[in-house]
Structures are given as C-alpha cells and as structure tokens.
C-alpha cells in the first residue's frame, strides 16, 4: 500500500500534501503494459490526483484529471476517490521516445503541450465542477502547479516524479503539493522557495526516506507537523452491476446484434483490465426481443471498453 501525508506548518502559513504511490504505479504499470515514458507520465498524473482527492470532504466524493497535450501517449485519465485511492489509464501505453539530453525520460515530448489539463469534481450533487488550464510543459508537475494558481488561485509548489528502473518496474513514485495558505507573506513565499528547492526532486527523496521525511523536509524551517496520515493504493471500483447500467443505455436492437453476431457481449474495464461477459440466457441483461433470447452458435467475441 502506498501512503498519504499532511502537514502544517507551526504558524499555519503553509501546508503540504505528500504522497508515496509506488505500488500503485507499479500495478497500474502491470495492468496496461505501459512503456517507461508512459509510466512516468501516467504514474505522475496518478500522483497529483490521489492527493488532490484525498482533499475532497466527503467520502461518495471523486475527483477525475484529464491531460492530453497533442503527444503520441494521446489522453491520461485519472480518478481518485475521496481517500485518496485511485485508477487510471493511457490511451496509448506503448509509446517509445529517445532520452532526454539529460538523460531523462522525455514526459513532455510524450504528453505534448498543445492541450488542456481539467479537472473534474464530482461532489456527489449538482454537476460535477470542472476547471482547465493550457499545459505549461507536459512534465505534468508544472501543469498542476499553474492549475493551482489560474483555477484555485493558490500559489503551490509542486513536485512529481516516477523512478522507473531498467527492467521496466517502478522503483519510486510519489510527490508532493505545498501551499501557501491566507495571510501568507513574501518572506514566507520565498522562504517555502528556498526550502523545495534544497529539498531536491521527489524520487530522490523518497528513496532516501519516507513520505513523512519528505513532507518535513520541503517545509523545513518552518517548524511543521504532521497532521494526517492514509494508506492509499490502485483501486477500481468496476462491477458487474456498473457494467449493466452502461448496457442499458444501447437499444435492444443493437445488444441483439451483438448477441447475433457473437454469441455474447465482452466489455473490458479500462482501468482494472477486468472483463465481464454476459450471454442471451444470463438475465441480467436489460429486456430482450425475443430473436435475442434464440439458442446461437459460433460465439465469437466483441471487445466493448468501459
């Protein structure tokens, strides 16, 4: 399981969410056979979104990032419950680019910077609140950063990173997002400033401590706390029952095709991988014609994703 963090500061001026989702990652990694850059992009989005909904209130609340810059990954989804827990996918998991002259993985040659971070609120009445931002740079870090301040009019600080080893498996993953709260001066700005930037990117952290260390760090000097802990990890809250409300919106002449055609209907969850499969003779499928519910041979399958 991975871990969320928070802390304040002694005088309440800055606060800071810190997050170490490592297995998470490493699952979502496993599930969609994603390619290192693709790792990282998705791991990092993984990471904003977990701490961003583990702010949410209350516990039916969700909240869902969208990026797609216009790069070869094309669209990253995320959702997060209310704890924290989350799920995601990208629409293109085997995208291959060369390093970076520094040697890093080139995030934001994968993700692009012609397009739009949102985020979607889903507080479990009314519609769900939405906010967008053109991404800065695609490294996703920064995108959230300026998400922060043009949509929430919060100044944040805010660092994400994957550590993807040379077989391919997530050896760190995590980040955080410090804040400076109402009454927060230039003196306290600039010293959260100096602070992240001692502090060091959020890999190198977490490999050289824990979670909590990290959170204490980037707000040393500042005397900070930790007030709150969870555990978190990959989650999908996928089930046969979801899987039927999404049938019941397509006609019966359309599953009676389908049925026709291949004997029964397969519909793949996007974020688990899970797959449910339902049959003329289930009954559990909405009302049926009764061309439908005919004995049927040479079943093939139909791939329909969540």
Known sequence: MGKIVRAL??????????????????RARTIHRTLPVVTAALGRAMCAASMMGNALKSEGDSLTVRINGGGPVGTILVVSDSRGNVRGYAQNPAVELPLRPDGKLDVGGAVGRDGMLTVIRDLGFGEPVSGSVEL??????EDFARYFVESDQVPTACALGVLVDRDQHVLRAGGY????????????AAGLEASVRKAGPATSQLTAGSVEDMALRVLEGFDPTIVETDEVGYRCDCSRERVLTAL????????SKMLEEDGKIEV???FCDRVYTFTAGDGDLP????????????PLPIWYYL
């Open 9 to 26: 500061s002694a005088d309440g001026l800055v606060k800071i969410t810190a997050v170490d989702l490592t297995d998470a990652v490493e």
């Open 287 to 298: 009302p049926l014609t009764e061309k439908m519910k005919k004995p049927l041979d040479k």
């Open 268 to 270: 793949r969850c996007r």
């Open 136 to 141: 800065v740079s695609g490294e996703i870090a």
């Open 177 to 188: 997002i410090a804040q400076l709260m109402p009454g927060a001066g230039e003196e306290t």
């Open 248 to 255: 019941s919106g397509v006609t019966a002449q359309e599953l």
